[in-house]
Protein backbone atom coordinates (compact mmCIF):
# COMPACT_ATOMS: atom_id res chain seq x y z
CA UNK A 1 0.00 0.00 0.00
CA UNK A 2 1.19 3.19 -0.61
CA UNK A 3 1.50 6.09 1.52
CA UNK A 4 -1.41 8.10 -0.38
CA UNK A 5 -3.44 4.99 -0.21
CA UNK A 6 -2.87 4.43 3.68
CA UNK A 7 -3.63 8.08 4.81
CA UNK A 8 -6.55 7.92 2.43
CA UNK A 9 -8.16 4.44 4.05
CA UNK A 10 -6.97 6.25 7.11
CA UNK A 11 -9.39 8.77 6.30
CA UNK A 12 -12.55 7.06 5.27
CA UNK A 13 -11.98 5.39 9.11
CA UNK A 14 -11.77 8.39 10.72
CA UNK A 15 -14.76 9.57 8.57
CA UNK A 16 -16.69 6.59 9.64
CA UNK A 17 -15.43 7.38 13.07
CA UNK A 18 -16.66 10.69 13.65
CA UNK A 19 -20.25 9.70 11.60
CA UNK A 20 -20.88 6.69 14.14
CA UNK A 21 -20.41 8.95 16.84
CA UNK A 22 -22.78 12.08 15.14
CA UNK A 23 -25.04 9.26 14.63
CA UNK A 24 -25.05 8.11 18.08
CA UNK A 25 -24.94 11.81 19.56
CA UNK A 26 -27.91 12.39 17.51
CA UNK A 27 -30.02 8.85 18.29
CA UNK A 28 -29.20 10.22 22.58
CA UNK A 29 -30.23 13.68 22.08
CA UNK A 30 -33.82 12.70 20.40
CA UNK A 31 -34.30 10.51 22.76
CA UNK A 32 -34.08 12.93 25.22
CA UNK A 33 -36.34 14.81 23.30
CA UNK A 34 -39.06 12.26 22.68
CA UNK A 35 -39.12 12.44 26.65
CA UNK A 36 -41.93 14.80 27.76
CA UNK A 37 -41.32 18.00 30.44
CA UNK A 38 -43.03 15.66 32.95
CA UNK A 39 -40.91 12.66 32.25
CA UNK A 40 -37.81 14.58 32.19
CA UNK A 41 -38.63 15.40 35.77
CA UNK A 42 -39.88 12.00 37.03
CA UNK A 43 -36.63 10.75 39.24
CA UNK A 44 -35.15 7.80 38.73
CA UNK A 45 -33.62 5.83 41.54
CA UNK A 46 -30.17 7.29 40.38
CA UNK A 47 -31.20 10.63 39.43
CA UNK A 48 -32.73 10.73 42.72
CA UNK A 49 -29.41 10.09 44.84
CA UNK A 50 -27.86 13.27 42.68
CA UNK A 51 -30.83 15.08 43.12
CA UNK A 52 -30.16 17.26 46.17
CA UNK A 53 -31.86 20.48 46.74
CA UNK A 54 -33.29 20.73 43.11
CA UNK A 55 -36.07 23.08 43.05
CA UNK A 56 -38.51 20.91 40.48
CA UNK A 57 -39.22 16.94 40.87
CA UNK A 58 -41.89 14.70 40.28
CA UNK A 59 -42.06 11.32 42.01
CA UNK A 60 -44.39 8.12 41.51
CA UNK A 61 -44.68 5.85 44.22
CA UNK A 62 -47.15 4.05 45.73
CA UNK A 63 -48.33 1.35 47.95
CA UNK A 64 -50.86 -1.54 47.77
CA UNK A 65 -52.39 -4.79 49.57
CA UNK A 66 -53.85 -8.29 48.85
CA UNK A 67 -55.02 -10.93 51.80
CA UNK A 68 -57.07 -14.21 51.75
CA UNK A 69 -59.83 -13.90 54.73
CA UNK A 70 -61.58 -17.35 55.67
CA UNK A 71 -64.53 -16.74 57.96
CA UNK A 72 -65.12 -19.93 60.12
CA UNK A 73 -68.67 -19.15 60.87
CA UNK A 74 -70.00 -18.58 56.91
CA UNK A 75 -67.14 -21.20 56.09
CA UNK A 76 -66.74 -18.79 53.19
CA UNK A 77 -63.10 -17.57 51.93
CA UNK A 78 -62.36 -14.43 49.95
CA UNK A 79 -59.18 -13.07 48.06
CA UNK A 80 -58.89 -9.98 47.06
CA UNK A 81 -56.30 -7.27 45.95
CA UNK A 82 -57.47 -4.50 48.35
CA UNK A 83 -56.32 -1.77 47.68
CA UNK A 84 -53.60 -0.17 44.64
CA UNK A 85 -52.35 3.38 45.47
CA UNK A 86 -50.67 5.57 43.06
CA UNK A 87 -48.82 8.90 45.02
CA UNK A 88 -47.98 11.39 42.36
CA UNK A 89 -46.62 14.33 43.71
CA UNK A 90 -44.98 17.13 42.40
CA UNK A 91 -42.22 19.64 43.64
CA UNK A 92 -42.84 23.08 42.19
CA UNK A 93 -40.65 24.92 44.00
CA UNK A 94 -38.99 24.43 47.75
CA UNK A 95 -41.58 26.30 48.96
CA UNK A 96 -44.83 25.01 46.98
CA UNK A 97 -45.40 21.07 46.09
CA UNK A 98 -48.18 18.91 45.21
CA UNK A 99 -49.19 15.57 46.74
CA UNK A 100 -51.74 12.69 45.55
CA UNK A 101 -53.21 9.57 46.20
CA UNK A 102 -55.45 7.82 43.41
CA UNK A 103 -56.67 4.30 44.89
CA UNK A 104 -58.53 1.18 43.40
CA UNK A 105 -60.40 -0.93 45.68
CA UNK A 106 -60.71 -4.31 45.05
CA UNK A 107 -58.87 -4.00 41.52
CA UNK A 108 -62.07 -3.67 39.40
CA UNK A 109 -64.97 -1.50 38.57
CA UNK A 110 -67.00 -2.76 35.85
CA UNK A 111 -70.22 -1.19 33.77
CA UNK A 112 -71.39 0.34 37.60
CA UNK A 113 -71.71 -2.14 39.39
CA UNK A 114 -68.58 -1.74 42.14
CA UNK A 115 -69.39 -5.32 44.20
CA UNK A 116 -66.99 -3.57 46.96
CA UNK A 117 -64.92 -2.06 44.40
CA UNK A 118 -64.23 1.53 44.14
CA UNK A 119 -62.04 4.46 42.54
CA UNK A 120 -61.15 7.35 44.22
CA UNK A 121 -58.90 10.34 45.08
CA UNK A 122 -57.72 9.30 48.69
CA UNK A 123 -55.52 12.68 49.01
CA UNK A 124 -54.86 15.61 46.11
CA UNK A 125 -54.02 18.44 47.85
CA UNK A 126 -51.61 21.49 47.53
CA UNK A 127 -48.26 22.07 50.34
CA UNK A 128 -47.23 25.88 51.19
CA UNK A 129 -44.14 25.33 53.01
CA UNK A 130 -43.94 28.42 55.37
CA UNK A 131 -40.51 28.10 56.54
CA UNK A 132 -38.79 24.37 57.65
CA UNK A 133 -41.04 24.18 60.49
CA UNK A 134 -44.51 25.18 59.17
CA UNK A 135 -46.60 24.29 56.83
CA UNK A 136 -50.28 24.34 54.91
CA UNK A 137 -51.77 22.00 52.90
CA UNK A 138 -55.25 22.87 51.07
CA UNK A 139 -57.58 20.24 48.98
CA UNK A 140 -58.37 16.82 49.58
CA UNK A 141 -56.16 15.24 52.73
CA UNK A 142 -55.98 12.84 55.38
CA UNK A 143 -56.24 15.15 58.78
CA UNK A 144 -54.40 13.72 61.80
CA UNK A 145 -57.11 12.09 64.24
CA UNK A 146 -55.99 8.51 65.39
CA UNK A 147 -52.76 6.73 64.69
CA UNK A 148 -53.61 4.81 61.43
CA UNK A 149 -55.66 7.80 59.61
CA UNK A 150 -52.41 9.66 58.40
CA UNK A 151 -49.90 6.78 58.45
CA UNK A 152 -51.89 4.32 56.53
CA UNK A 153 -49.67 1.93 54.59
CA UNK A 154 -49.61 -1.58 55.24
CA UNK A 155 -45.90 -1.77 55.83
CA UNK A 156 -46.71 0.57 59.01
CA UNK A 157 -49.31 -1.72 60.98
CA UNK A 158 -49.76 -4.95 62.17
CA UNK A 159 -52.50 -7.18 61.09
CA UNK A 160 -53.60 -7.69 57.62
CA UNK A 161 -56.60 -5.77 58.30
CA UNK A 162 -56.62 -2.31 59.55
CA UNK A 163 -57.79 -1.87 63.57
CA UNK A 164 -61.11 -2.13 63.42
CA UNK A 165 -61.55 0.66 65.53
CA UNK A 166 -59.73 2.77 63.39
CA UNK A 167 -62.56 1.31 60.58
CA UNK A 168 -65.65 2.00 62.48
CA UNK A 169 -65.18 4.39 65.16
CA UNK A 170 -62.58 6.80 63.27
CA UNK A 171 -63.51 5.98 59.56
CA UNK A 172 -60.60 5.63 58.31
CA UNK A 173 -59.49 6.56 55.89
CA UNK A 174 -60.94 9.65 56.38
CA UNK A 175 -60.41 12.47 54.05
CA UNK A 176 -62.11 15.49 53.47
CA UNK A 177 -61.40 18.93 51.47
CA UNK A 178 -60.21 21.88 53.43
CA UNK A 179 -57.41 23.75 54.74
CA UNK A 180 -54.90 23.03 57.37
CA UNK A 181 -51.93 24.58 59.03
CA UNK A 182 -49.08 21.74 60.18
CA UNK A 183 -46.44 22.95 62.85
CA UNK A 184 -43.64 21.68 65.36
CA UNK A 185 -42.03 23.32 68.04
CA UNK A 186 -37.57 23.85 68.31
CA UNK A 187 -38.20 24.02 71.82
CA UNK A 188 -39.71 21.00 72.44
CA UNK A 189 -40.76 17.58 70.43
CA UNK A 190 -44.47 18.68 69.66
CA UNK A 191 -45.90 18.45 67.13
CA UNK A 192 -49.47 20.72 66.39
CA UNK A 193 -52.25 20.61 63.53
CA UNK A 194 -54.93 22.26 63.00
CA UNK A 195 -57.70 22.46 59.67
CA UNK A 196 -61.05 23.65 58.64
CA UNK A 197 -63.10 20.99 56.72
CA UNK A 198 -66.26 20.32 55.06
CA UNK A 199 -68.70 19.10 57.52
CA UNK A 200 -70.56 15.56 57.63
CA UNK A 201 -73.91 14.95 56.19
CA UNK A 202 -76.40 13.23 58.34
CA UNK A 203 -78.62 12.13 55.63
CA UNK A 204 -76.19 9.66 54.65
CA UNK A 205 -75.00 7.70 58.27
CA UNK A 206 -76.14 4.17 58.38
CA UNK A 207 -76.92 1.92 60.98
CA UNK A 208 -73.54 -0.52 61.88
CA UNK A 209 -71.11 1.85 60.03
CA UNK A 210 -70.70 4.76 62.40
CA UNK A 211 -70.14 8.06 60.64
CA UNK A 212 -68.49 6.69 57.89
CA UNK A 213 -71.46 7.41 55.76
CA UNK A 214 -71.65 10.70 56.49
CA UNK A 215 -67.87 11.32 54.79
CA UNK A 216 -67.86 13.60 51.36
CA UNK A 217 -64.13 12.47 50.44
CA UNK A 218 -64.06 15.49 47.99
CA UNK A 219 -66.65 14.64 46.01
CA UNK A 220 -69.78 17.70 46.14
CA UNK A 221 -69.18 18.10 50.19
CA UNK A 222 -71.59 20.01 51.55
CA UNK A 223 -69.99 23.30 52.37
CA UNK A 224 -72.71 25.10 54.59
CA UNK A 225 -71.29 22.86 57.26
CA UNK A 226 -68.22 22.61 58.49
CA UNK A 227 -65.62 21.28 60.89
CA UNK A 228 -62.66 21.84 62.86
CA UNK A 229 -60.34 19.50 63.59
CA UNK A 230 -56.81 19.79 65.69
CA UNK A 231 -53.99 17.54 67.41
CA UNK A 232 -51.04 17.64 69.49
CA UNK A 233 -47.91 14.98 69.30
CA UNK A 234 -45.75 14.90 71.77
CA UNK A 235 -41.85 12.55 71.94
CA UNK A 236 -40.66 12.04 75.49
CA UNK A 237 -38.03 9.13 75.57
CA UNK A 238 -39.45 6.31 73.49
CA UNK A 239 -43.02 7.81 74.22
CA UNK A 240 -45.00 9.19 71.86
CA UNK A 241 -48.30 10.86 73.04
CA UNK A 242 -50.69 11.96 70.87
CA UNK A 243 -54.25 13.48 71.17
CA UNK A 244 -56.39 15.07 68.53
CA UNK A 245 -59.84 16.25 68.39
CA UNK A 246 -63.04 16.90 65.85
CA UNK A 247 -66.29 19.61 65.76
CA UNK A 248 -68.14 19.34 62.81
CA UNK A 249 -71.78 20.43 61.98
CA UNK A 250 -73.94 17.63 60.22
CA UNK A 251 -76.40 19.42 58.04
CA UNK A 252 -75.66 20.73 54.89
CA UNK A 253 -78.52 21.77 53.76
CA UNK A 254 -80.09 25.86 53.27
CA UNK A 255 -81.49 27.15 56.46
CA UNK A 256 -85.09 26.59 54.73
CA UNK A 257 -84.49 23.12 54.33
CA UNK A 258 -83.26 22.59 57.46
CA UNK A 259 -85.41 24.92 59.76
CA UNK A 260 -88.53 23.09 57.74
CA UNK A 261 -87.21 19.75 59.66
CA UNK A 262 -86.24 21.38 63.01
CA UNK A 263 -83.04 21.30 62.77
CA UNK A 264 -79.75 23.76 63.30
CA UNK A 265 -77.83 23.88 60.09
CA UNK A 266 -74.73 26.72 59.99
CA UNK A 267 -71.19 25.93 60.45
CA UNK A 268 -71.47 23.68 63.54
CA UNK A 269 -75.06 23.53 63.38
CA UNK A 270 -76.30 19.83 64.90
CA UNK A 271 -72.67 18.94 65.91
CA UNK A 272 -70.32 15.66 66.02
CA UNK A 273 -67.76 15.83 68.53
CA UNK A 274 -64.82 13.27 68.22
CA UNK A 275 -62.06 13.44 71.14
CA UNK A 276 -59.03 10.74 70.80
CA UNK A 277 -55.72 9.77 72.70
CA UNK A 278 -52.79 7.50 71.96
CA UNK A 279 -49.50 6.68 72.80
CA UNK A 280 -47.01 4.47 70.98
CA UNK A 281 -43.90 3.18 72.66
CA UNK A 282 -40.65 1.83 71.15
CA UNK A 283 -37.80 0.30 71.98
CA UNK A 284 -35.23 -2.30 71.78
CA UNK A 285 -37.40 -4.23 69.41
CA UNK A 286 -40.38 -4.13 71.62
CA UNK A 287 -42.93 -1.92 70.66
CA UNK A 288 -46.69 -0.84 72.03
CA UNK A 289 -50.16 1.09 71.15
CA UNK A 290 -52.89 2.10 72.84
CA UNK A 291 -55.72 4.15 71.35
CA UNK A 292 -59.11 5.33 73.00
CA UNK A 293 -61.68 7.24 71.06
CA UNK A 294 -65.16 8.42 71.68
CA UNK A 295 -68.17 9.86 69.41
CA UNK A 296 -71.21 12.07 70.91
CA UNK A 297 -73.86 13.15 68.53
CA UNK A 298 -75.91 15.04 70.87
CA UNK A 299 -79.01 15.42 68.27
CA UNK A 300 -78.78 11.36 66.92
CA UNK A 301 -82.55 11.34 68.08
CA UNK A 302 -83.21 14.18 66.03
CA UNK A 303 -81.60 12.45 62.87
CA UNK A 304 -83.09 8.97 63.43
CA UNK A 305 -86.58 10.61 63.79
CA UNK A 306 -86.03 13.32 60.96
CA UNK A 307 -84.38 10.56 58.59
CA UNK A 308 -85.56 6.86 59.67
CA UNK A 309 -82.08 6.21 60.69
CA UNK A 310 -80.91 4.18 63.94
CA UNK A 311 -77.80 6.18 65.17
CA UNK A 312 -76.82 5.99 68.62
CA UNK A 313 -75.23 9.41 70.35
CA UNK A 314 -72.39 7.99 71.75
CA UNK A 315 -69.88 5.72 70.72
CA UNK A 316 -66.51 3.96 71.59
CA UNK A 317 -63.86 2.46 70.87
CA UNK A 318 -60.47 1.33 72.44
CA UNK A 319 -57.06 -1.02 71.58
CA UNK A 320 -53.93 -2.06 73.08
CA UNK A 321 -51.44 -3.70 71.00
CA UNK A 322 -47.70 -5.25 71.91
CA UNK A 323 -45.38 -6.33 69.46
CA UNK A 324 -42.14 -7.26 69.11
CA UNK A 325 -39.34 -7.84 66.71
CA UNK A 326 -37.54 -11.09 66.85
CA UNK A 327 -34.87 -9.74 64.63
CA UNK A 328 -34.03 -6.42 66.02
CA UNK A 329 -31.16 -7.82 68.01
CA UNK A 330 -29.75 -9.07 64.78
CA UNK A 331 -29.32 -5.42 63.82
CA UNK A 332 -30.40 -6.52 60.13
CA UNK A 333 -32.81 -4.63 57.79
CA UNK A 334 -35.32 -7.29 58.12
CA UNK A 335 -37.97 -7.56 60.73
CA UNK A 336 -40.14 -10.57 61.81
CA UNK A 337 -43.01 -8.64 64.18
CA UNK A 338 -45.18 -11.10 66.24
CA UNK A 339 -47.98 -9.14 67.71
CA UNK A 340 -51.03 -9.41 69.92
CA UNK A 341 -54.00 -6.74 70.07
CA UNK A 342 -57.47 -6.36 71.83
CA UNK A 343 -60.23 -4.28 70.82
CA UNK A 344 -63.21 -3.12 72.13
CA UNK A 345 -65.61 -0.57 70.44
CA UNK A 346 -69.29 0.04 70.52
CA UNK A 347 -70.80 1.79 67.67
CA UNK A 348 -74.08 2.58 70.32
CA UNK A 349 -72.76 3.00 73.56
CA UNK A 350 -75.60 5.65 74.59
CA UNK A 351 -78.83 5.47 72.23
CA UNK A 352 -81.45 8.27 71.99
CA UNK A 353 -84.34 7.89 74.48
CA UNK A 354 -88.20 7.89 73.65
CA UNK A 355 -88.32 5.25 71.22
CA UNK A 356 -86.00 7.20 68.50
CA UNK A 357 -83.29 4.20 68.47
CA UNK A 358 -82.90 -0.08 68.46
CA UNK A 359 -80.27 -1.07 70.17
CA UNK A 360 -78.04 -3.69 68.18
CA UNK A 361 -75.69 -5.85 70.36
CA UNK A 362 -74.08 -6.99 67.55
CA UNK A 363 -72.48 -3.32 67.17
CA UNK A 364 -70.85 -3.95 70.99
CA UNK A 365 -67.32 -6.05 69.69
CA UNK A 366 -64.50 -7.34 71.10
CA UNK A 367 -61.67 -8.69 69.05
CA UNK A 368 -58.63 -10.42 70.00
CA UNK A 369 -55.77 -10.32 66.96
CA UNK A 370 -52.71 -12.71 67.45
CA UNK A 371 -50.00 -12.95 64.54
CA UNK A 372 -47.18 -11.87 62.92
CA UNK A 373 -45.35 -9.72 59.67
CA UNK A 374 -42.56 -10.55 57.84
CA UNK A 375 -40.35 -7.43 56.53
CA UNK A 376 -37.60 -8.97 54.51
CA UNK A 377 -37.15 -5.34 53.60
CA UNK A 378 -38.74 -1.83 55.26
CA UNK A 379 -41.54 -1.52 51.98
CA UNK A 380 -42.56 -5.19 52.05
CA UNK A 381 -44.55 -7.20 54.25
CA UNK A 382 -46.37 -10.67 54.31
CA UNK A 383 -48.69 -11.22 57.04
CA UNK A 384 -50.74 -13.56 58.77
CA UNK A 385 -53.08 -12.97 61.74
CA UNK A 386 -56.07 -14.66 63.28
CA UNK A 387 -59.01 -12.56 64.55
CA UNK A 388 -61.23 -13.88 67.43
CA UNK A 389 -64.86 -11.89 67.53
CA UNK A 390 -67.15 -11.90 69.93
CA UNK A 391 -70.41 -9.20 70.22
CA UNK A 392 -73.52 -8.36 71.78
CA UNK A 393 -76.61 -10.22 71.25
CA UNK A 394 -78.62 -9.78 68.51
CA UNK A 395 -82.14 -7.90 68.64
CA UNK A 396 -84.72 -9.79 67.04
CA UNK A 397 -86.63 -6.04 66.45
CA UNK A 398 -83.77 -5.52 63.73
CA UNK A 399 -84.19 -8.58 61.99
CA UNK A 400 -87.20 -7.52 59.40
CA UNK A 401 -87.96 -10.40 56.73
CA UNK A 402 -85.00 -12.61 57.51
CA UNK A 403 -84.54 -15.19 54.26
CA UNK A 404 -85.88 -19.03 55.22
CA UNK A 405 -82.19 -20.06 55.33
CA UNK A 406 -80.59 -17.66 57.40
CA UNK A 407 -78.91 -18.88 60.16
CA UNK A 408 -79.23 -18.19 64.01
CA UNK A 409 -76.96 -15.47 64.29
CA UNK A 410 -73.58 -16.68 66.26
CA UNK A 411 -72.08 -13.90 68.80
CA UNK A 412 -68.76 -15.33 68.35
CA UNK A 413 -66.52 -15.98 64.90
CA UNK A 414 -62.96 -16.34 64.47
CA UNK A 415 -61.33 -15.26 60.82
CA UNK A 416 -58.00 -16.53 59.15
CA UNK A 417 -56.33 -13.76 57.54
CA UNK A 418 -53.78 -14.28 55.07
CA UNK A 419 -51.79 -11.11 53.43
CA UNK A 420 -49.07 -8.84 51.51
CA UNK A 421 -48.76 -5.47 51.39
CA UNK A 422 -46.38 -2.81 49.59
CA UNK A 423 -45.21 0.56 49.74
CA UNK A 424 -41.94 2.40 47.49
CA UNK B 1 -76.19 30.87 97.89
CA UNK B 2 -76.03 27.73 95.60
CA UNK B 3 -75.08 30.12 92.54
CA UNK B 4 -72.61 31.92 94.50
CA UNK B 5 -70.95 28.61 95.94
CA UNK B 6 -71.07 27.26 92.24
CA UNK B 7 -69.58 30.16 90.96
CA UNK B 8 -66.17 29.59 93.68
CA UNK B 9 -65.94 25.86 92.27
CA UNK B 10 -65.94 26.93 88.76
CA UNK B 11 -63.42 29.85 89.46
CA UNK B 12 -61.18 27.86 91.46
CA UNK B 13 -61.55 25.04 88.91
CA UNK B 14 -60.22 26.95 86.08
CA UNK B 15 -57.88 28.21 88.23
CA UNK B 16 -56.19 25.15 89.20
CA UNK B 17 -56.58 23.87 85.59
CA UNK B 18 -54.22 27.04 84.29
CA UNK B 19 -51.67 26.11 87.61
CA UNK B 20 -51.46 22.80 85.74
CA UNK B 21 -51.03 23.45 82.38
CA UNK B 22 -48.37 26.35 83.19
CA UNK B 23 -46.44 23.52 85.50
CA UNK B 24 -46.89 20.60 82.87
CA UNK B 25 -45.97 22.84 79.83
CA UNK B 26 -42.21 24.19 82.20
CA UNK B 27 -41.90 20.32 83.18
CA UNK B 28 -42.24 19.34 79.50
CA UNK B 29 -39.79 21.74 79.00
CA UNK B 30 -37.66 20.31 81.16
CA UNK B 31 -37.60 16.55 80.55
CA UNK B 32 -37.48 17.35 76.40
CA UNK B 33 -34.42 16.34 74.47
CA UNK B 34 -34.57 19.61 73.05
CA UNK B 35 -32.31 19.86 70.34
CA UNK B 36 -30.34 23.78 69.38
CA UNK B 37 -31.64 24.79 66.00
CA UNK B 38 -28.90 27.61 64.42
CA UNK B 39 -30.13 29.91 62.06
CA UNK B 40 -26.98 30.72 59.53
CA UNK B 41 -26.73 33.00 56.48
CA UNK B 42 -26.18 31.25 52.72
CA UNK B 43 -22.35 32.05 51.71
CA UNK B 44 -21.81 31.38 48.27
CA UNK B 45 -22.95 27.51 48.51
CA UNK B 46 -22.08 26.53 51.51
CA UNK B 47 -22.86 27.75 55.09
CA UNK B 48 -20.59 28.25 57.99
CA UNK B 49 -21.46 27.30 61.69
CA UNK B 50 -18.80 27.96 64.81
CA UNK B 51 -17.30 24.30 66.24
CA UNK B 52 -18.23 25.89 69.69
CA UNK B 53 -21.83 25.48 68.66
CA UNK B 54 -21.34 22.35 69.56
CA UNK B 55 -20.30 22.51 73.17
CA UNK B 56 -23.94 21.95 74.92
CA UNK B 57 -24.60 19.19 72.91
CA UNK B 58 -23.48 16.61 69.67
CA UNK B 59 -26.48 17.22 67.49
CA UNK B 60 -27.16 20.75 66.05
CA UNK B 61 -30.14 21.86 63.64
CA UNK B 62 -28.77 24.24 61.20
CA UNK B 63 -31.46 26.34 59.57
CA UNK B 64 -30.05 27.98 56.51
CA UNK B 65 -31.82 31.60 55.74
CA UNK B 66 -34.01 31.35 52.62
CA UNK B 67 -34.13 27.72 52.81
CA UNK B 68 -37.07 25.15 53.61
CA UNK B 69 -35.98 22.70 54.87
CA UNK B 70 -33.31 22.06 58.05
CA UNK B 71 -30.03 19.96 58.05
CA UNK B 72 -29.18 18.04 60.77
CA UNK B 73 -25.51 18.34 62.27
CA UNK B 74 -23.95 15.62 64.34
CA UNK B 75 -20.89 15.94 65.92
CA UNK B 76 -19.37 11.85 65.44
CA UNK B 77 -16.13 10.20 66.68
CA UNK B 78 -12.64 11.36 65.93
CA UNK B 79 -13.60 14.69 65.33
CA UNK B 80 -15.77 14.34 62.32
CA UNK B 81 -19.39 15.58 61.82
CA UNK B 82 -22.25 14.70 59.40
CA UNK B 83 -25.30 17.19 57.69
CA UNK B 84 -27.84 15.24 57.00
CA UNK B 85 -30.55 17.19 54.71
CA UNK B 86 -33.75 16.89 56.42
CA UNK B 87 -36.02 16.54 53.33
CA UNK B 88 -37.79 13.00 53.72
CA UNK B 89 -36.03 10.62 50.55
CA UNK B 90 -39.88 9.79 49.12
CA UNK B 91 -41.81 12.52 48.77
CA UNK B 92 -39.60 15.57 49.62
CA UNK B 93 -41.53 16.45 52.91
CA UNK B 94 -40.18 18.01 55.54
CA UNK B 95 -38.70 15.89 58.68
CA UNK B 96 -39.51 16.52 62.56
CA UNK B 97 -36.67 15.46 65.01
CA UNK B 98 -37.47 12.66 67.01
CA UNK B 99 -35.87 11.23 70.29
CA UNK B 100 -34.69 7.91 67.35
CA UNK B 101 -33.87 9.91 64.46
CA UNK B 102 -35.75 11.97 62.12
CA UNK B 103 -39.77 11.21 60.85
CA UNK B 104 -42.11 12.20 58.28
CA UNK B 105 -45.43 12.90 59.06
CA UNK B 106 -46.67 12.67 55.56
CA UNK B 107 -46.39 9.28 54.80
CA UNK B 108 -44.75 7.98 58.11
CA UNK B 109 -41.21 7.12 56.75
CA UNK B 110 -38.62 6.86 59.58
CA UNK B 111 -35.07 7.77 59.51
CA UNK B 112 -32.37 6.86 62.44
CA UNK B 113 -29.90 9.31 63.36
CA UNK B 114 -27.44 8.19 60.50
CA UNK B 115 -30.31 9.22 57.93
CA UNK B 116 -31.08 5.38 57.22
CA UNK B 117 -34.27 3.97 56.56
CA UNK B 118 -36.21 2.37 59.13
CA UNK B 119 -39.70 2.60 58.22
CA UNK B 120 -40.86 3.01 54.61
CA UNK B 121 -42.43 4.14 52.14
CA UNK B 122 -39.14 5.75 51.61
CA UNK B 123 -36.28 3.83 49.89
CA UNK B 124 -33.12 5.97 50.53
CA UNK B 125 -31.24 7.37 53.18
CA UNK B 126 -31.03 10.84 53.77
CA UNK B 127 -28.83 12.92 51.64
CA UNK B 128 -25.42 13.76 53.31
CA UNK B 129 -23.53 17.11 52.73
CA UNK B 130 -19.81 17.29 52.62
CA UNK B 131 -18.18 19.07 55.76
CA UNK B 132 -14.89 20.53 56.22
CA UNK B 133 -13.35 21.74 59.31
CA UNK B 134 -11.58 25.17 59.06
CA UNK B 135 -10.12 27.16 62.14
CA UNK B 136 -13.07 26.75 64.80
CA UNK B 137 -15.47 26.39 62.40
CA UNK B 138 -17.37 23.86 60.36
CA UNK B 139 -18.46 24.35 56.56
CA UNK B 140 -21.20 22.72 55.27
CA UNK B 141 -21.19 22.23 51.56
CA UNK B 142 -24.67 22.53 49.58
CA UNK B 143 -23.60 21.34 46.41
CA UNK B 144 -22.07 18.21 45.32
Known amino acids: MTDSGFFCTMKYQLASVFFIFQVFTYIQTEAQAFRTGAQQLILSNEDSLHAGTNSQKTVISGYGSAFYQRNFNQEQSTLTLERAVLFVGHQFSQKISFFSELEIENAKVEGGTSNGAEISMEQAFLKFNLNPKQYLVAGLFTPRIGILNENHLPVNFN ?85 SGYNGGTIGLSPRGSDSLGLNSGALGTPIYLGEADLQFNRDGFSAKALGVYISYPDAGKINNRFGKNIANGMYGAYAELAYDWLHKKNAQAQFISFGRLEMLDMNASIPGKGDALYDGTEKQTHLVLGFGYLPLPNVVIKADVRLLHTGPQNPDLVINPPPNQLPYRQSNQFLNIGIGYSF | MNTERRKFIKSSCNFCLMAAGGFLLSELS ?75 NLHGSQFDEDGKVVKGPAGRPLKRFNTTIGPDQLIIQLKD
Open chain 2, 30 to 104: ACSPAVKVLKVPVSGNTVTIPLNAFASGPQLIVRPSGWYYDIAVRKKEKNTYEALFLQCTHQQNQLVVDPHGYKC
Open chain 1, 159 to 243: GVERPLVEQLIIPATWRELGVGFYGSMDQLPLNYSVAVLNGLNAQNFEHGNGIAGGRAEGNLATANNLAITAAVQYAWKDFKFQI
